[in-house]
T-cell receptor, first 118, second 109 residues
Framework: GAVVSQHPSRVICKSGTSVKIECRSL??????MFWYRQFPKKSLMLMAT?????????EQGVEKDKFLINHASLTLSTLTVTSAHPEDSSFYIC??????????????FGSGTRLTVV | GQQLNQSPQSMFIQEGEDVSMNCTSS?????WLWYKQDPGEGPVLLIA?????ELTSNGRLTAQFGITRKDSFLNISASIPSDVGIYFC?????????FGAGTRLTVKP
């Protein structure tokens, strides 16, 4: 079935540096990918929707210059947290949707990335 | 935006007991989904519901899509220790999927 690989699973970075998180669809082409952020013991909050070959659509309150999303191919989307600060520490999860896909094939989640900014 | 109210927030049960959790919304959804998330992992889909009134089972799990399209419930029968985790409901309209706050389930052996 549909597999989404997210890398890295954990990253610790210094304040002020940038971190890139990758989300790959391994056995299908994903025209649309989604990036979520999850705080401890909280639900998933949609940050942005990325469409292959076009600009990402950001949810209200999400800084597009802070969280750069690139979806350059049908199998890869990246989220770059720029100039990270401790308040950016969180669990980031991607999901991918195949064209014309219907759940469950349509929405598959990566295993998440735990970002800690020190 | 669309808000999903999921309850209960947490449950502590004995192994073997049945569990029920539900999700309500002020808006209509075309699809309801139930996910389970283990610590440090991404959510895994348990059940997807596509039609109002639909009742679907997956092993010991049963979920229903409410007639009004504004609610859904998930039942787990005869719980076992590996049922521990956070269960999320999600409502979907076309490309937009929103999550409930989650139900944290603890199962005591």
């Amino acid at each position: 079935g549909a597999v989404v690989s997210q890398h890295p699973s954990r990253v610790i970075c210094k304040s002020g540096t940038s971190v890139k998180i990758e989300c790959r669809s391994l056995d299908f082409q994903a025209t649309t990918m989604f990036w979520y952020r999850q705080f401890p013991k909280k639900s998933l909050m949609l940050m942005a929707t990325s469409n292959e070959g076009s600009k990402a659509t950001y949810e209200q309150g999400v800084e597009k210059d802070k969280f750069l999303i690139n979806h350059a191919s049908l199998t890869l989307s990246t989220l770059t947290v720029t100039s990270a600060h401790p308040e950016d520490s969180s669990f980031y999860i991607c999901s991918a949707r195949a064209p014309g896909g219907r759940p469950p094939y349509g929405y598959t989640f990566g295993s998440g990335t735990r970002l800690t900014v020190v | 935006g669309q808000q999903l109210n999921q309850s209960p927030q947490s449950m502590f049960i004995q192994e073997g007991e049945d569990v029920s959790m539900n999700c309500t919304s002020s808006s209509i959804f075309n699809t309801w989904l139930w996910y389970k998330q283990d610590p440090g992992e991404g959510p895994v889909l348990l059940i997807a519901l596509y039609k109002a009134g639909e009742l679907t089972s997956n092993g010991r799990l049963t979920a229903q899509f409410g007639i009004t399209r504004k609610d859904s419930f998930l039942n787990i029968s005869a719980s076992i220790p590996s049922d521990v985790g956070i269960y999320f409901c999600a409502g979907q309209n076309f490309g937009d999927m929103r999550f409930g706050a989650g139900t944290r389930l603890t199962v005591k052996p």
